[in-house]
């Protein structure tokens, strides 16, 4: 592709699937202090295991480089 042209190209497999891994990371996370709120102990460990999962897949996603 040329410099002047601007057209994105699709999400390859793996850019695919991580972006969906952080989706389900966020709802973890979200959903996990939803339920914490009311001292529920399953809510506490859905927000850590939705900001573990964020983390690696966060970190995942910055590894696969730049956009061309």
């Known amino acids: 592709m040329s410099e002047t042209d601007t057209r994105k190209l699709p999400p390859t497999g793996i850019e695919r699937r991580t972006r969906t891994i952080i989706l389900v990371g966020t709802t973890l996370m979200l959903g996990g202090i939803a339920l914490a709120v ?4 399953l809510g506490r460990w859905l927000t850590v295991a939705g900001v573990l ?6 970190h995942r996603f910055g590894r696969l480089g730049a956009d061309d």
């Open 38 to 41: 009311g001292e529920d102990d």
């Open 53 to 58: 999962v964020l983390f690696a897949t966060l």
